[in-house]
């Protein structure tokens, strides 16, 4: 079967490279933090037009020292997508905060209106998410955050390399979090992720949260915990960043010839790219109220696919003792609907998608 993320043939491709990377490290002796991890944050940073990068462990991490650094505190409500990763949900409730969940267009981003709907005086911030490497709408989300005094996060996890309007996918709110797991087009080989902001002071809480609390002074300000990049992990990903632009062009590429694919088939909706955005494609995610069928049929002839999220965040058991979980998930019809609907097509830089294609045309 074709493979839905070709990582064998991404290292092929940059084998001496990433190998030679690896190497270097191990003979410098410096596993954790040193020269490779300050280069990845410094690119990172110009590369996304974020002044401060910090690396940390995982994604996940990363919205939980996003959240610490903004000052979280036990029963505060955060607003999320309702159709999304669960780490964007469960980074507020490890943190002792209330997620409230909105929901979504078609186009899979949080409905500001929806934002809006959920606003309460408990109400601290709204976590965006750039679902499948669209960014959110930013311009109307700051709208209604100024209007309540709301901060924004962006959980870029799934968009860097994407733009909104000429501006860097983790650049665009309050401070971003992004995660770089191995699937994603700029991947490590193992968890690692980072926090994104144009604020110092955040920054430097970041940085602080992530190495259990310890300031400039070298002394324990406040309770953190243990988060850092492995140095490894930095070095393969500043040979990826060599890569990353032709890749993703090559799943923007990828992304046409599905288009054309499914534009012959009513019974398929394909992704809608807001004006001003360009998506980096980290899935690309059809619809079809015939989903099971038509996965069966696909698998018939040796093409993957995957669903992502198949139950809205607000239905899942590990927030059913929230009290309003129940109340938003009644009113979020997208994220319900598009949960039952929503598949993913392979999409890497790796993936014949021609191939892909006369193998579809088969059975449609």
């Known amino acids: 079967m074709i493979p839905f993320v070709n990582l064998s043939a991404q290292y092929k491709a940059y084998k001496d490279e990433i190998d030679?990377?690896?190497?270097?490290?191990?003979?410098?002796?410096?596993?954790?933090?040193?020269?490779?991890?300050?280069?990845?944050?410094?690119?990172?940073?110009?590369?996304?037009?974020?002044?401060?990068?910090?690396?940390?462990?995982?994604?996940?991490?990363?919205?939980c020292l996003a959240l610490a650094a903004l000052g979280l505190t036990p029963g505060d409500e955060v607003i999320v997508p309702d159709f999304t990763f669960a780490a964007t949900a469960d980074a507020v409730a490890l943190l002792g905060g209330i997620p409230r969940f909105a929901d979504i267009g078609d186009d899979f981003l949080i409905s500001p209106l929806s934002v809006e709907e959920r606003?309460?005086?408990?109400?601290?911030?709204?976590?965006?998410?750039?679902?499948?490497?669209?960014?959110?709408?930013?311009?109307?989300?700051?709208?209604?955050?100024?209007?309540?005094?709301?901060?924004?996060?962006?959980?870029?996890?799934?968009?860097?390399?994407?733009?909104?309007?000429?501006?860097?996918?983790?650049s665009l709110a309050t401070i971003a979090a992004t995660s770089f797991y191995p699937t994603k087009p700029f991947g490590a080989y193992g968890d690692a992720g980072a926090v994104l902001t144009a604020d110092e002071h955040l920054a430097s809480q970041v940085r602080k949260f992530a190495s259990h609390g310890r300031n400039a002074e070298d002394r324990y300000a406040t309770v953190g915990t243990n988060s850092r990049l492995?140095?490894?992990?930095?070095?393969?990903?500043?040979?990826?960043?060599?890569?990353?632009?032709?890749?993703?062009?090559?799943?923007?590429?990828?992304?046409?010839?599905?288009?054309?694919?499914?534009?012959?088939?009513?019974?398929?909706?394909?992704?809608?790219?807001?004006?001003?955005?360009?998506?980096?494609?980290?899935?690309?995610a059809v619809t079809s109220k015939d989903r099971e069928n038509v996965i069966q049929k696909f698998s018939e002839v040796g093409v993957p696919t995957r669903i992502y999220y198949n139950s809205?965040?607000?239905?899942?058991?590990?927030?059913?003792?929230?009290?309003?979980?129940?109340?938003?998930?009644?009113?979020?019809?997208?994220?319900?609907?598009?949960?039952?609907e929503v598949f993913c097509m392979p999409i890497d830089a790796f993936t014949d998608v021609l191939e892909i294609s006369r193998k579809i045309k088969s059975v449609l």
């Open 20 to 63: 030679s990377a690896i190497i270097s490290v191990l003979e410098s002796g410096s596993l954790i933090g040193g020269a490779e991890v300050q280069k990845f944050e410094e690119n990172l940073a110009m590369d996304t037009g974020a002044p401060y990068a910090v690396s940390c462990a995982s994604g996940t991490s990363a919205l």
């Open 119 to 170: 606003i309460s005086p408990k109400t601290v911030g709204i976590i965006a998410v750039d679902l499948f490497g669209q960014c959110a709408n930013y311009a109307e989300l700051k709208s209604i955050a100024s209007k309540h005094g709301l901060w924004i996060l962006e959980d870029a996890a799934q968009s860097i390399g994407a733009l909104q309007n000429g501006k860097g996918a983790g």
């Open 230 to 284: 492995d140095a490894i992990q930095a070095a393969i990903l500043n040979v990826k960043r060599n890569h990353l632009e032709k890749e993703i062009l090559a799943r923007q590429q990828n992304a046409e010839l599905y288009n054309k694919l499914f534009s012959h088939f009513p019974k398929f909706k394909t992704p809608s790219i807001a004006k001003g955005n360009s998506s980096i494609f980290a899935q690309y």
């Open 312 to 340: 809205p965040l607000s239905a899942e058991p590990c927030f059913a003792h929230l009290k309003t979980a129940a109340s938003d998930a009644h009113a979020n019809f997208n994220a319900y609907r598009l949960s039952k």
